[in-house]
């Protein structure tokens, strides 16, 4: 199994940005993916998951009104859309696959991790 983030890049603030995560390999029905960001020298912190089974989406609340999570499950993607971008949204944004307890603990892990994708907001 293989993920693959990409979309990163640099943004001016205010603009809107659409990041992939591209699946390879199985997907257990259970499985949940998750996205990450991590600004440089601060710790990573969840950002949304989409569920596969039954095709739910969960948002961390400070980013409900500017970020949705969906996915081609045909494609094996799984996008995450950030609106009106801020500086403070600069990071490496990565995704990751396992269950949904595991990704959404207070220290988060997962069988499944792929390299990140940089975005940059330029003020």
């Known amino acids: 199994v293989q993920l693959q983030a990409s979309g990163g890049g640099l943004v001016q603030s205010g603009n809107n940005l659409i990041l992939s995560c591209d699946i390879s390999?199985?997907?257990?029905?259970?499985?949940?993916v998750a996205w990450f960001r991590q600004p440089d020298g601060k710790d990573r912190e969840f950002v949304g998951r989409?569920?596969?089974?039954?095709?739910?989406?969960k948002v961390r609340d400070s980013l409900k009104d500017r970020v949705t999570i969906s996915a081609d499950e045909s494609a094996r993607r799984v996008y995450l859309q950030m609106n009106s971008l801020k500086p403070e949204d600069t990071a490496v944004y990565s995704c990751?696959?396992?269950?949904?307890?595991?990704?959404?603990?207070?220290?988060?892990?997962?069988?499944?991790w792929g390299p990140g994708t940089q975005v940059t907001v330029s003020s």
């Open positions: 990751a696959m396992d269950y949904e307890y595991k990704l959404l603990s207070p220290q988060p892990s997962a069988d499944f």
């Open positions: 390999g199985f997907i257990l029905p259970n499985y949940c």
């Open positions: 989409f569920r596969w089974h039954d095709g739910d989406s």
